[in-house]
T-cell receptor, first 114, second 116 residues
Framework: AQSVSQHNHHVILSEAASLELGCNYS??????LFWYVQYPGQHLQLLLK??????LVKGIKGFEAEFIKSKFSFNLRKPSVQWSDTAEYFC????????????FGSGTRLQVQP | DAGVIQSPRHEVTEMGQEVTLRCKPI?????LFWYRQTMMRGLELLIY????????DSGMPEDRFSAKMPNASFSTLKIQPSEPRDSAVYFC??????????????FGPGTRLLVL
């Protein structure tokens, strides 16, 4: 069965600090990888996705993520966070040609202090 | 496109009552998913459909939950009878699977259910 681990449950940063959120998954086959963001009281919005090709993917709002196959990781990064990035971030995976449902990590709550 | 539409946005009901959640997927999408979000269990799949046919309902908690998709533009999730432990945010998502299995799921705003 697929599983996704997000090691940071709650991260507090000051504005302009750099961000890296960890995500590791377990799945033996081809995978699609995603990061979603959930602002307070809102629905999930896609930040970025990886299907194949260049392992460094860029998303919206200056976020990027790197897929490292050997480490089963898909960490999210942003060089300089803003107060408006305060939200919960979810890593998710599904099988590329198999089960379609997303398996989510437990989420990381990011709090950016002005 | 209006995105995935869910109704109602908020529902407060009493234990034992029937609850029906509704979802309209993005036009042209061939997959529809129902997820539930709780503090204890996070985001978890309940059921998903492909071309209106249920494919995987392994996440449906018990017989009190049922889901239907009578056509490509509408799905319902019903809880009967409802219990306080069903209180959660229920999200509907839809996607279009492309060649090679690539897809992106787009989520609706969710229905926040409180069962008293």
């Amino acid at each position: 069965a697929q599983s996704v681990s997000q090691h940071n449950h709650h991260v507090i940063l000051s504005e302009a600090a750099s961000l890296e959120l960890g995500c590791n998954y377990s799945y033996g086959g081809t995978v699609n990888l995603f990061w979603y963001v959930q602002y307070p009281g809102q629905h999930l919005q896609l930040l970025l996705k990886y299907f194949s090709g260049d392992p460094l993917v860029k998303g919206i709002k200056g976020f990027e993520a790197e897929f490292i196959k050997s480490k089963f990781s898909f960490n999210l990064r942003k060089p300089s966070v803003q107060w408006s990035d305060t939200a919960e971030y979810f890593c998710a995976v599904n099988g590329g040609t198999g089960r379609r449902a997303l398996t989510f990590g437990s989420g990381t709550r990011l709090q950016v202090q002005p | 496109d209006a995105g995935v539409i869910q109704s109602p946005r908020h529902e407060v009901t009493e234990m034992g009552q029937e609850v029906t959640l509704r979802c309209k997927p993005i036009s042209g999408h061939d997959y529809l998913f129902w997820y539930r979000q709780t503090m204890m269990r996070g985001l978890e799949l309940l059921i998903y459909f492909n071309n209106n046919v249920p494919i995987d309902d392994s996440g449906m908690p018990e017989d009190r939950f049922s889901a239907k998709m009578p056509n490509a533009s509408f799905s319902t999730l019903k809880i009967q009878p409802s219990e306080p432990r069903d209180s959660a945010v229920y999200f509907c998502a839809s996607s279009l699977v492309k060649y090679g299995g690539q897809e992106t799921q787009y989520f609706g705003p969710g229905t926040r259910l409180l069962v008293l």
